[in-house]
């Protein structure tokens, strides 16, 4: 393989507890930790495995989203990435549009494989990178939990309902990472500094002149239903006893 | 206000889910239409034919249920429907984000409510808000979360014609070559009314062998934490949680789980839950109903035993 590209969102760092903003407008996103999305740490990770198990010589990380998103390309570079491209914008934009942009930066850079994530934390949508291999007409494996390198393309362990299968898909091909693909590297301070001279460059979204409007209409965001709490169960007599209270209950209901 | 509804199934048996998807779709208004592909669409056509609400059943036997062959399949199909809904299962997810893709479409997906015809409610930010969206596309595409809605009520099944898709059959660019199927036959867990869940505290594979025994005695799904998956204490397919499976049941027994948010991210819809932890302050003993402070090696065996007696 020539190229890997990357796809990494920055995302409300998944230890973050958020707050539903109280007029449902959305997700208290001011000055709450950011980073990279979890699940695209795992995709960079297998994309740096490959090049240096010298399946592949360049990676080249690519996010979409406002000028800030710079740091998760830095974080891609420090992994091990090559050169970062910034698709710069300051709308939110949804998966759809998401996917549109990838595709042609993917048009442009001619990637033998692009790697995703299975879902960013924030939406949880779980669309883009199916989004994308359908606009390219490429093959697609999700849910990745082992990625080999073959003579026909690649061999994908993916995680299913039933368990676990292995699928052969010929290149190029669209890669969505499962939290047991790999162990993400931390980047050590040297590699940090140096993923500030890698190129970067930067690609205003409007320039791409697609449609990116938005589809759906999001008409509140509100919290869950809480839960109320409940109480200290004595011995194992009582427990078994509301157990067994509960499983006849939703025998009948 | 047609609906189609894609069939999730798996050697050849429709998935369980499918009675509460075909369900909801037929809340929306119009006649249900089940799309079955694949090797066993025969098979499996004549138990989605059982459900009530199904006005057709059409079968692609010789298209792969994969994203890339049911991807142009649905396309040539999505004129006749308002609605394209799968289960939010593996298939599903796989498929329908590339199909409105293909279409030029936004879907919507891990459904959890329905109030009408175009708008709906997904959990963002692993269940803890709730986002209601409204679309005014021509066409929506849905997966639906079956944990989310309620059984198919019984009810005579309408006797709907079984018909074949036109079309030829597409070899799949994806083939798959092994499969490692989770033995055992433990209820689904997605649509279980019952969960026993065992988190790293478990501590080996032995160790769930006790979450099995206990949730044979309560004819009960098995779930598992990520610490205990990622542990190889348990299989894949357990994973409850933001990345996992959502379940909902009517009791979900947490034992040596601490409720971190992405596990707490799959079992919202739980009624009653029980936890046992040696730790008053974890996080899911706070939300339980009912939690017992104990050595999950001393309390689950006899509370086996117990229940063995009682007769649960
Ligand atoms: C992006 C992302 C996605 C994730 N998705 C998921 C997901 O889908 N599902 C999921 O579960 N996790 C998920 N996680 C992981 C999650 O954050 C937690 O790490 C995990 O849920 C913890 O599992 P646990 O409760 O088994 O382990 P721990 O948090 O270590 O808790 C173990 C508990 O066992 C108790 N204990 C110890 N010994 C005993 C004993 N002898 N008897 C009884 N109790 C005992 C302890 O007090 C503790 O409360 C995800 C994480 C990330 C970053
Ligand atoms: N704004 C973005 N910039 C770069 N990659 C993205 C962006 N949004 C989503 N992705 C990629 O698509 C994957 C799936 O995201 P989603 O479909 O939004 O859950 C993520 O894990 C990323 O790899």
Redesign the pocket.
């Given at each position: 393989m020539k190229k890997i590209l990357v796809a990494a969102k920055r995302v409300v760092d998944?230890?973050v507890r958020i707050r539903v903003r109280s007029d449902g407008s959305g997700v208290e996103t001011d000055n709450v930790r950011l980073s990279m999305n979890?699940?695209d740490k795992h995709a960079v990770e297998a994309a740096v495995q490959l090049v240096e198990q010298g399946h592949a010589a360049e990676v080249v990380v690519v996010s979409i989203g406002p000028k800030g998103a710079t740091d998760v390309i830095l974080t891609g570079l420090a992994m091990g990435g090559h050169r970062g491209i910034l698709v710069e914008t300051d709308e939110k934009l949804e998966t759809l549009a998401v996917a549109k942009l990838l595709a042609a930066v993917a048009r442009e850079e001619n990637p033998d494989l692009v790697l995703l994530g299975k879902q960013a934390?924030d939406d949880d949508s779980n669309h883009v990178g199916q989004m994308l291999a359908g606009l390219l007409g490429w093959p697609q494996a999700t849910f990745a939990s082992g990625i080999e390198v073959t003579e026909e393309g690649l061999k994908v362990t993916r995680e299913v309902d039933f368990g676990r299968a292995e699928y052969g898909l010929p290149l190029p091909a669209v890669v969505t990472a499962d939290?047991r693909l790999n162990t993400p590297r931390n980047a050590a301070l040297p590699m940090v500094m140096k993923a500030r001279s890698k190129p970067l460059a930067v690609r205003p979204a409007a320039e791409f002149g697609l449609d990116l409007a938005p589809r759906l209409r999001v008409e509140k965001i509100a919290p869950p239903p809480e839960r109320a709490g409940g109480r200290a169960v004595a011995d194992i007599a009582e427990l078994a006893a509301i157990i067994v209270e509960t499983k006849a209950e939703a025998e009948i209901g | 206000m047609a609906v189609l509804v894609l069939a999730e199934h798996d050697l050849g048996a429709l998935s369980p889910a499918m009675g509460r998807v075909v369900a909801a779709a037929e809340a929306l208004g119009g006649p249900v239409d089940v799309l079955v592909a694949g090797q066993n669409a025969q098979v499996v056509a004549d138990q989605a034919a059982l459900l009530p609400g199904v006005g057709r059943v059409r079968i692609a036997e010789a298209v792969a249920p994969t994203a890339e062959t049911l991807t142009p399949l649905l396309a040539s199909l999505a004129g006749d429907y308002d609605h394209i809904i799968a289960v939010s299962a593996a298939l599903g997810r796989d498929v329908i984000p590339r199909l409105a893709a293909s279409l030029d479409l936004m879907p919507v997906t891990d459904v959890t409510a329905i109030h009408g015809p175009n708008r709906f409610e997904r959990p963002i930010y692993?269940g803890n808000a709730i986002e209601t969206v409204v679309s005014e596309q021509p066409k929506h595409l849905l997966t639906l979360r079956a944990s989310a809605f309620p059984p198919a009520k019984l009810a005579p099944a309408g006797d709907p014609p079984i018909e074949p898709v036109a079309g030829a059959a597409l070899a799949p660019l994806v083939q798959l070559l092994a499969a490692h199927r989770t033995e055992g036959d433990r209820p689904d867990l997605a649509t279980a009314k019952i969960v026993v869940g065992?988190?790293?505290?478990?501590?080996s594979a032995e160790g769930f062998r006790l979450i099995e025994e206990l949730a044979a005695v309560l004819g009960a799904a098995v779930g598992?934490?990520?610490?205990?998956?990622d542990a190889g204490y348990a299989p894949n397919d357990w994973?409850?949680?933001?990345?996992?499976k959502i379940i909902a049941p009517d009791l979900y027994i947490a034992?040596?789980?601490?409720?971190?948010?992405?596990?707490l991210?799959?079992i919202q819809g739980t009624k009653k839950i029980v936890a046992?932890?040696?730790?008053a302050e974890?996080p899911?003993?706070k939300l339980a109903d009912y939690r017992l402070v104990?050595?999950?090696?001393a309390?689950v065996p006899a509370l086996i035993t117990e229940l063995k007696r009682v007769g649960g």
């Open positions: 998944h230890n979890p699940f934390v939290l | 692993a065992g988190g790293i505290a478990v501590g598992a934490t990520r610490a205990a998956v994973q409850v949680g933001q990345t996992g034992i040596g789980v601490s409720g971190a948010l992405q596990h991210a799959g046992i932890n040696t730790d974890a899911l003993m104990g050595d999950l090696f309390v």
